[in-house]
């Protein structure tokens, strides 16, 4: 299920380090905030704490095992490791991403949960949670982000920043995108007034709609003007 092998590690480092670099461009870190990692097989490669982004380099890039072993460790080893590791134990994801992104934070210092503002929220699985603020680098935390990613493919950390997770690291940092999007679209709503906010029945049914056109049962003419 999880790719293993030489060539695997090293792509899986050059796609850490080129998405650690888009994290910066696309402001969901500044300096060496955040972090990222990657299953390959029984281990995790993950970016390396205190590092700024722009020095980055995929032989900086650290391994360890599911159980936190140190394989490879070039550089200090991220201190979100732990969450990282948890997450792995607790669900099916292939990648790990942890960012420092405003509108995310912003949100969490005054909401329990960012509410389903917009129907493209089920690609997280319904409303996101805010987990409770504990130290960065805690084992609290790591319990408190895998609480709440329950059922879930992104969290909030309250006061820190997000994690979100995805079968590839492609489609973890996608959502991870999305969901600064989402944030941002809810303060906007906020700021015009109480925003009318989408019914567990209306999110099921785009689920289920996205199900059926992702496995091809709506007519090729319908798919290409879906979205
Ligand atoms: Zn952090």
Sequence with gaps: MYPQGPAELSAGREQLVSYSRR???DGLAVGSAGNMSVRLGGSVIITPSG?????????????????????????TVSSETPMHLAIYAATDAGA????HSPEV????????????????IHALGGAVRVAPYTRFGSDGLASAATAALSSRRA?????HGAICYGRTLTE???RALLLEWLARTYRLARMLGEP??????QLAEVAAEARRRRYGEAPAEERRNSG
């Design 196 to 201: 009318k906010i989408l019914t567990d029945a």
């Design 96 to 99: 790990v991403v942890h960012t």
């Design 105 to 120: 934070i912003a949100l969490s210092s005054v909401f329990d949960e960012l509410p389903a503002i917009h129907y493209a």
């Design 155 to 159: 969290a909030i950390l309250q006061n």
């Design 51 to 75: 590092v700024p982004y722009p020095d980055l380099r995929p032989g900086q890039i650290c391994e360890v095992g599911l159980d936190g072993t140190a394989i490879s460790v070039p550089a």
């Design 23 to 25: 994290m910066l461009d």
């Design 172 to 174: 973890a940092y996608e």
